[in-house]
C-alpha cells in the first residue's frame, strides 16, 4: 500500500495549478543573515526610491526572487520584511532594492528617512523558487505600482544577456510621474496610466493573447502588484485565454 | 556574515513599536497586521461554489471518504478563536474561524496506524505537507466563516484548512482534501525553499531554518 502512495513526483492532486518552482532554493543562502553596505540611494517617483546595496556574500539570485530584510535597534529589537530584487544578477555582489514609502512603515520609513549612504542593513536571501524567471520561458509580465520591481529584474536581465525570448511588460501606474522606472522602458511595454484612461483592461491584454498573441509555447504570465491589482490582472489573463497553470503571482499584503 | 545571536544595530533605527511593549503574542520577527489581512496565495483565487466543494480524506484510512458542503456542515460545529501568523511576517490577533474540527473527518475516515504525515491539497492543486499530529487533538479545523460570515474566496473561501499554531501557507485555502501518508512529503511551498514545519515560534520560515 506504501508503495502506491509514494508517487516519483509527489502526491499531484487532480487539478490544474500545480506549478513547480522554477529553480532549486540554497538552504544555506535563505538561512543567513549577512551585512549589507548601502552604496546608493536613488529617487525614482516622489514616494518611491531604490537602494543599491553590497552584499559580500551574496550566492546570486534570478529575475523575480526576494530577500528578507532586517533592521536592529540599539537595545536588539528587530523588525523584518521581504522585497523584491529589482536589479538583474550580473555576479557583482551588488543589489538593488525598490521601495515604496508606505506610509507609517516601519522598515520603509526607516529606509526612506533616515538611512545613507554607508549605513548597513542585514539581508538573507534570494527567498522562494515560485516567482523566478530563468530568462528560458516566454514571459508575459503584468504590474502594477511597485510591483513592477520584480518584473524589471527581469526585463533587465533580458536585455543584459541578449535574450531571444519573447518578452513583455504591461505596467500600470496612476500617473507618469508615479511610473517607476519610466526613462528604462523600450518597445517591450505597454504602460497604462490609470488616471488618464483608466483600469487596466482586456484590450490591453489582447494583442499579446488569443491564437496571434502567443508566441510558440505559450506566455509564461507572471503578474505582481496590490491584491487588488493582481486579483483584477488575473482574471483578465484567464478570459482572455492564459491557462491558469502559466500564471504566477506575487501580492504584496 | 554574522549569526542570527549577534544583532547589528542599523544606525538610527528604533523601531517603532519598541521591544519593551511588545505583546506577548507576537512572535519573533513578527508584526501586528491590525484591522489588515494581506492576501498572498500565489494562484489565480478559484471561482468554487460552495455546492461545487467537497473536502476527501484518504490515503493510509480504513474508509476513504468524501463530504460535500452539506455533509460536513452536518458535522460538530467547532470554531478557533486566536491568533494567525504569516511567513511573510505579519500576524493578526483575535480572528474568529468557524466550521468543524478536523478531528471529526478523520474520526469518520479512521487513521491507520502506519500513517504518520498528511498531505493537505486545494482545489487549485496547491500543496502542503504536515505531520499527523500537527492536524489532530484540536489543533487543526475545516472552516466556512471569518468572524461571523461566510469566509472570503481570496482567503480561501468557501472552505479551507486552519492549522493556527504553524505559519499561515500550512493553512491551505480553498481545501480539497487530506492524504495520509507513511512518509512526509514537501508541498507546494516547501518545494520553493520553505520549512517542512513552519512553527512560528521557532521562527522555522525556509530550510535550513
Known amino acids: 500500500m506504501t508503495d ?55 550566492q546570486g539570485h534570478l529575475p523575480g526572487q526576494h530577500l528578507m530584510l532586517r533592521l536592529t535597534a540599539e537595545d536588539g529589537y528587530v523588525a523584518q520584511r521581504h522585497y523584491s530584487i529589482a536589479s538583474a544578477p550580473d555576479g557583482s555582489g551588488e543589489i538593488e532594492l525598490t521601495l515604496d514609502h508606505v506610509p507609517g512603515g516601519e522598515v520603509s520609513g526607516h529606509l526612506h528617512t533616515v538611512a545613507r549612504v554607508g549605513d548597513t542593513v542585514e539581508v538573507r536571501g534570494p527567498l522562494s523558487g515560485f516567482f523566478a524567471w530563468p530568462g528560458d520561458r516566454p514571459a508575459l509580465l503584468l504590474g502594477a505600482g511597485s510591483g513592477v520591481v520584480p518584473l524589471m529584474s527581469m526585463v533587465r536581465h533580458h536585455r543584459a544577456a541578449g535574450l531571444d525570448l519573447p518578452l513583455r511588460l504591461v505596467v500600470s501606474a ?23 484612461e483608466g483600469r487596466l483592461n482586456a484590450a490591453h491584454l489582447a494583442p499579446f493573447l488569443g491564437a496571434e498573441g502567443q508566441p510558440e509555447g505559450g506566455w509564461e504570465a507572471y503578474v505582481c502588484g496590490s491584491n487588488g491589482f493582481a486579483e483584477h490582472a488575473s482574471r483578465l489573463l484567464v478570459a482572455g485565454g492564459q491557462p491558469v497553470d502559466r500564471i504566477r503571482i506575487e501580492r504584496f499584503g | 556574515m554574522s549569526p542570527d545571536t549577534d544583532f547589528a544595530p542599523t544606525r538610527g533605527f528604533t523601531g517603532r513599536a519598541r521591544a519593551a511593549d511588545r505583546d506577548p503574542r507576537l512572535p519573533p520577527g513578527q508584526y501586528d497586521a491590525r484591522d489588515g489581512w494581506p492576501v498572498l496565495s500565489a494562484e489565480v483565487t478559484p471561482e468554487l461554489a460552495a455546492a461545487d466543494w467537497t473536502f476527501r480524506v484518504d490515503g493510509l484510512v480504513a474508509s476513504p ?7 460536513a456542515h452536518a458535522l460538530p460545529a467547532s470554531e478557533y478563536r486566536g491568533d494567525i501568523h504569516c511567513v511573510t511576517s505579519w500576524s493578526k490577533f483575535g ?14 475516515a ?43 474566496a481570496e482567503h480561501g473561501g468557501p472552505a479551507r484548512l486552519i492549522v493556527p499554531h504553524l505559519y499561515f501557507w500550512k493553512s491551505a485555502k480553498w481545501v480539497a482534501g487530506l492524504r495520509l501518508l507513511d512518509h512526509d512529503e514537501p508541498g507546494f511551498w516547501e518545494q520553493n525553499g520553505y520549512h517542512h514545519r513552519g512553527d512560528p515560534w521557532a521562527e522555522e520560515r525556509y530550510s535550513g531554518d
Open chain 2, 65 to 71: 471518504r468524501t463530504w460535500t458542503w452539506d455533509e
Open chain 2, 95 to 108: 480572528v474568529r474561524f468557524g466550521g468543524a474540527s478536523l478531528d471529526s473527518f478523520l474520526a469518520a
Open chain 2, 110 to 152: 479512521g487513521p491507520l496506524p502506519g500513517a504518520t504525515h498528511v498531505v493537505a491539497y486545494s482545489h487549485t492543486g496547491y500543496t502542503t505537507n504536515l505531520p499527523l499530529a500537527d492536524v489532530t487533538g484540536g489543533k487543526a479545523w475545516i472552516v466556512w466563516e471569518y468572524e461571523e460570515g461566510p469566509l472570503p
Open chain 1, 4 to 58: 502506491t502512495l509514494r508517487t516519483p513526483g509527489g502526491f499531484v492532486p487532480p487539478s490544474r495549478f500545480a506549478v513547480p518552482g522554477r529553480i532549486a532554493v540554497s538552504n544555506r543562502a535563505a538561512a543567513t543573515w549577512q551585512r549589507a553596505t548601502v552604496l546608493e540611494i536613488r529617487r525614482e517617483t516622489p514616494a518611491v526610491s531604490t537602494f543599491r546595496l553590497k552584499v559580500p556574500e551574496w
Open chain 1, 174 to 196: 496612476r500617473t507618469r510621474q508615479d511610473l517607476i522606472y519610466a526613462a528604462e522602458y523600450a518597445e517591450e511595454t505597454t504602460a497604462v496610466l490609470t488616471r488618464a
